[in-house]
């Protein structure tokens, strides 16, 4: 709401300067007061998000502090470095949990194949390349399978 009283003062001031006279009747010499000062503080740049600091991998809230160095975690990130091309210290974990899959397809059907329509306990991971997201699911055994084309649902479960 602030900018918006201060631009319309300023916005005044133009006009009536434009039309060359003031509200006294006088010819006035078409010159108008300076606009109104306006809150020129710097903002403090913004303390950056740890994710994004280069060479700094770290996970989000909720993430256990030791799943990157989990075997089938780091796998998965070896995998998806080598996918992007990038190096591991680049793959950033965006997510993970630990859910119930609805059917044995755990999130990634691929076409032709049949699978059970029974609920499947495992885990979900998404990694993160700058903008890109790589999903990977995982059954019971937790061994986790990149997933291109993530479908289906499931359900969180609690870690």
């Not at 030791?66 to 950033?92: M, T």
Request: include cysteine; charged fraction near 20%; proline fraction near 12%.
């Amino acid at each position: 709401m602030r900018p918006l009283i201060v631009v319309v003062p300023a916005l005044a001031v133009a006009l009536l300067a434009a039309c060359g006279s003031t509200d006294d009747g006088g010819g006035g010499d078409g010159s108008s007061p300076p606009p109104p000062a306006t809150d020129s503080t710097p903002s403090t740049p913004p303390t950056p998000d740890p994710d994004e600091v280069e060479g700094r991998p770290s996970v989000g809230a909720g993430i256990p502090s030791d799943l990157r160095e989990r075997p089938a975690v780091a796998a998965a990130i070896a995998d998806g470095a080598a996918r992007q091309n990038v190096p591991e210290s680049r793959v950033v974990v965006a997510a993970w949990s630990p859910v119930t899959w609805d059917d044995g397809s755990m999130g990634c059907p691929q076409a032709g194949r049949s699978y059970t329509q029974a609920q499947v306990d495992g885990w979900m991971l998404l990694l993160r390349v700058d903008m890109t997201l790589l999903a990977y699911h995982a059954g019971p055994d937790g061994t986790f399978t990149y997933c291109a084309d993530p479908k289906g649902t499931y359900t969180v479960r609690a870690a």
